[in-house]
């Protein structure tokens, strides 16, 4: 690195599905801002992810929880990065909150979108246009280049490091193998019920699998141990949920030759992990969040009250998700 190689702090998101797609940012800096340095402040939970990303230079934890003020601690963080002389910070986020932390560490070029008064918090203000950048990850990306957009900007897919070393180590721990085709399963979805796919779909979709000689890894959180241990009841089936950490799950999905998802934070693991994706679509929009990856397939049903964008379904049957049947998904299955 030269001195005139700029280093850049990003405010990242607080999802996991977010961060991912925030790779693409930052793979748009490296690729059109004379290779630069870049920090990422993210929640702490974040910090293992961010070190699959080669182009992050670290991950800086934001001591605050989601949603929580914490001034004085946003303060105490700014003022420690001071001494570092970024060059530009880009603040993903558009709540107020999120852009304290620049605005501490007294950095010259602050880069946001307008929101909750920010003015003087955000000093490179952008205006977001929805109907030119629809999707999340376009908005992303487009804070990494100059002025407003006037058309959508190009993605680069996410795309994350892979530890084979700690492949190995899970293989053993879990007394897993790959003799036969893995299709993961990723049955949870921290937004709410409306996009996940019903449980009982996901078991008879492992059922039909099993019998053409497929076995099946379930992947998920602590919260998800309960729909795992729902589909394990099939012989051939591994319930993992609440067993791994995030990057783990990054390794494991390495190792599957096909994932089947709802639309959460998995998904974008997945597809970022390389694994060949079936996602599943109810209450939200695959063109707005699309899975990252050109070898995704989309199962959406292209209802009139879908998509909605509500936690549980406001008409009360889910018939977004309903009407997908475990046949529509294992024709998918290669």
Same mark, same amino acid.
């Given at each position: 690195?030269?001195?005139?190689?700029?280093?850049i702090?990003?405010?990242?998101?607080?999802?996991?599905?977010?961060?991912?797609?925030?790779?693409?940012?930052?793979m748009t800096?490296?690729?059109?801002? #004379?290779?630069?340095?870049?920090d990422?402040?993210?929640?702490?939970?974040?910090?293992p992810?961010l070190?699959r990303?080669?182009?992050?230079n670290q991950g800086?934890?934001?001591?605050?929880?989601?949603?929580?003020?914490?001034?004085?601690?946003? &303060?105490?963080?700014?003022?420690?990065?001071?001494?570092?002389?970024?060059?530009?910070?880009?603040?993903v986020?558009?709540?107020?909150?999120?852009?304290?932390?620049? &605005?501490?560490a007294?950095?010259?070029?602050?880069?946001?979108?307008?929101?909750?008064?920010?003015y003087?918090?955000? #000093?490179?203000?952008?205006?977001?246009?929805k109907?030119?950048?629809?999707?999340t990850?376009?908005?992303?990306?487009?804070?990494?280049?100059?002025? #407003?957009?006037?058309?959508?900007?190009?993605?680069?897919?996410?795309?994350l490091?892979?530890?084979?070393?700690?492949?190995?180590?899970?293989?053993?721990?879990?007394?897993?193998?790959?003799?036969?085709?893995?299709?993961?399963?990723?049955?949870?979805?921290?937004?709410?019920?409306?996009?996940? &796919?019903?449980?009982?779909?996901?078991?008879?979709?492992?059922?039909r @699998?099993?019998?053409?000689?497929?076995?099946? &890894?379930?992947?998920g959180?602590?919260?998800?141990?309960?729909?795992g241990?729902?589909?394990?009841?099939?012989?051939?089936?591994?319930?993992?949920?609440?067993?791994?950490?995030?990057?783990?799950?990054?390794?494991?999905?390495? @190792?599957?030759?096909?994932?089947v998802? #709802?639309?959460?934070?998995l998904?974008?693991?997945?597809?970022?992990?390389?694994?060949?994706?079936?996602?599943?679509?109810?209450?939200?929009?695959?063109?707005?969040?699309?899975?990252?990856?050109?070898?995704?397939?989309?199962?959406?049903?292209?209802?009139?009250?879908?998509p909605?964008?509500?936690?549980?379904?406001?008409?009360?049957?889910?018939?977004?998700?309903?009407m997908?049947?475990?046949?529509?998904?294992?024709?998918?299955?290669?």
């Amino acid at each position: 690195m030269t001195d005139s190689t700029p280093h850049i702090l990003v405010i990242g998101p607080a999802w996991v599905g977010d961060m991912v797609m925030a790779q693409s940012l930052f793979m748009t800096l490296k690729q059109t801002r #004379n290779n630069p340095l870049i920090d990422v402040v993210a929640p702490a939970w974040s910090l293992p992810l961010l070190a699959r990303m080669p182009e992050v230079n670290q991950g800086i934890a934001l001591p605050v929880k989601h949603k929580e003020l914490g001034l004085a601690r946003r &303060w105490k963080l700014g003022r420690s990065l001071r001494r570092i002389g970024y060059d530009q910070a880009i603040v993903v986020p558009r709540s107020y909150k999120a852009a304290l932390v620049p &605005w501490f560490a007294r950095i010259p070029r602050r880069t946001g979108y307008r929101g909750e008064m920010r003015y003087g918090t955000i #000093n490179d203000m952008r205006l977001l246009d929805k109907a030119v950048l629809f999707q999340t990850v376009q908005r992303y990306v487009a804070l990494g280049r100059e002025g #407003n957009a006037t058309q959508a900007p190009a993605i680069p897919g996410p795309s994350l490091q892979i530890d084979a070393k700690n492949q190995q180590t899970l293989l053993h721990r879990f007394g897993l193998d790959t003799d036969k085709p893995v299709i993961a399963m990723m049955p949870g979805a921290e937004y709410g019920p409306a996009k996940r &796919w019903p449980t009982d779909y996901f078991t008879e979709l492992a059922r039909r @699998l099993v019998e053409r000689g497929k076995q099946i &890894w379930v992947l998920g959180s602590a919260k998800e141990v309960e729909l795992g241990e729902q589909i394990a009841e099939v012989d051939g089936v591994t319930n993992l949920c609440g067993k791994t950490e995030l990057v783990d799950v990054v390794d494991l999905l390495a @190792l599957c030759d096909q994932a089947v998802s #709802n639309d959460s934070g998995l998904m974008h693991v997945a597809c970022a992990s390389g694994t060949k994706v079936i996602a599943i679509y109810g209450s939200s929009d695959p063109a707005y969040t699309p899975p990252l990856s050109d070898t995704a397939q989309i199962v959406y049903k292209h209802l009139a009250c879908s998509p909605c964008f509500k936690r549980t379904c406001p008409l009360g049957h889910t018939h977004c998700l309903k009407m997908i049947k475990p046949d529509d998904v294992a024709d998918l299955i290669e």
